[in-house]
């Protein structure tokens, strides 16, 4: 995978950060965006900005063809069995809530059973912990290795015969794991639950085969995959979509209105209430095709190649924690010895190195960690060996820099 003729292809990395050619590894936070999207954004904002569905004049037609012409990409990239599986929302957390409020709030009773794992983002706890208050239901966490991974043993002796939501991230935002989702669905649904996956640091990095993995729900959002801010989606089987309520009620999603009752389209716009996000939908199209051109599985491999090479450096220097599993996705969380992340992240930024210190939206896993915060330096299909070689020269800098001050 030629890196530099990628690289060429994001505008915002050729620029320089406190004096220093910036090196971004924060792309688990958000993605930057390739020219490609930014093109896309601009075109239909310039030529063909219109609402959808409604209207029957040219501008309005070409708007929902982009559209629906999205909605289509995204069926074809996770292998959606039907577009009317593919729901646009804001992002992963909305998503995610979508399921919370819109099923687990009115199929699950008090006794049932919603496990979890402590690796997980906010938005894959929160929304569990108040369908479980709701509900009366029971939040069950599965229990984690010393290396931050989980076992299918540990899997099967938590999941039981009133267990029915299994919510679980593909990948890890601060430790990197890979969690085995598709054996997990299966577990899952021998026992009659259905399995919800946080897949926003699944898709971008990763060939996601929703079929494949049997995964009843997953979650993913565009700017984490070199699309636009406030664009997400939601892929759900179809049986289960239908099932659900709408958590969203007005214009767009209605089939009749009357005086005292309503009822709703079809799927998928049964979950699109009002003006949907038009332009984020066909920016995250234009992502797609970018991504489908150079190949998810190379993207893989090159951050593989990546994060291998920095553990390597890593782990030959004096006073550096690493935590999560040696086989893992793109990222790599640390701590210095003796220096708070946000000290090391300021110390990598006057280098022009953008890294992200704090919790990482994953508290209860900080707390398994026993830990307070950590940096996360996370690579991408713009990011080099050479990058890496910059971070290494710049925590070495903040060690000697902290090491002088204490």
């Not at 792309?27 to 409604?54: C, D, F, G, M």
């Not at 992502?287 to 450096?313: C, K, M, P, R, S």
Request: charged content about 20%; glycine content about 10%; hydrophobic content about 40%.
């Amino acid at each position: 995978m030629d890196t530099r003729a990628i690289r060429e292809q994001f505008p915002i990395l050729d620029q320089e950060v406190n004096g220093h050619p910036l090196v971004y590894l924060d792309s688990a936070a958000t993605s930057q965006k390739p020219i490609q999207v930014i093109e896309a954004l601009n075109s239909y904002y310039r030529q063909n900005n219109s609402n959808v569905h409604r209207g029957v004049h040219t501008l309005g037609t070409r708007a929902t063809d982009q559209y629906e012409g999205a909605r289509n990409k995204v069926k074809q990239f996770i292998n959606a069995y039907s577009t009317q599986e593919v729901i646009f929302t804001r992002g992963t957390t909305t998503a995610i809530n979508m399921v919370g409020y819109g099923y687990a709030r009115h199929f699950l009773t008090e006794g049932d059973e919603i496990v979890i794992t402590e690796m997980e983002h906010h938005s894959n706890i929160i929304p569990w912990q108040q369908a479980a208050k709701f509900t009366g239901a029971t939040l069950k966490y599965i229990p984690m290795e010393e290396d931050g991974t989980i076992t299918l043993d540990s899997v099967r002796s938590t999941i039981t015969d009133k267990t029915r939501i299994v919510a679980m991230t593909h990948v890890s935002n601060v430790l990197g794991t890979v969690n085995p989702i598709k054996e997990v669905a299966e577990i899952a649904h021998e026992n009659g639950a259905i399995i919800v996956v946080d897949g926003a640091q699944g898709v971008p990095h990763m060939k996601v085969d929703v079929q494949d993995l049997d995964c009843d729900f997953y979650a993913f959002s565009g700017h984490k995959m070199c699309g636009p801010t406030g664009i997400g989606v939601l892929y759900g089987k179809k049986h289960l979509l239908e099932k659900m309520e709408p958590v969203e009620f007005g214009g767009e999603m209605i089939d009749f209105v009357g005086l005292y009752d309503s009822t709703w389209k079809e799927l998928p716009w049964k979950f699109e209430g009002g003006t949907p996000i038009i332009a984020g939908a066909i920016g995250l199209g234009a992502a797609i095709d970018f991504l489908e051109e150079i190949g998810l599985h190379q993207i893989e491999a090159h951050e593989n190649e990546i994060v291998q090479y920095a553990q390597g450096l890593f782990t030959d220097m004096e006073g550096l924690t690493i935590f999560g599993p040696e086989k893992r996705s793109g990222l790599i969380t640390f701590n210095i010895e003796g220096v708070h992340p946000h000290d090391t992240a300021t110390v990598l930024d006057a280098e022009g190195i953008a890294v992200r210190a704090g919790h990482h939206c994953a508290q209860p896993l900080m707390k398994w960690l026993n830990v307070t915060a950590t940096a996360r330096a996370s690579f991408y299909l713009y990011n080099s060996k050479d990058d890496v070689d910059r971070l290494v020269e710049g925590i070495q800098l903040a060690k000697e820099y902290f090491g002088d001050v204490f």
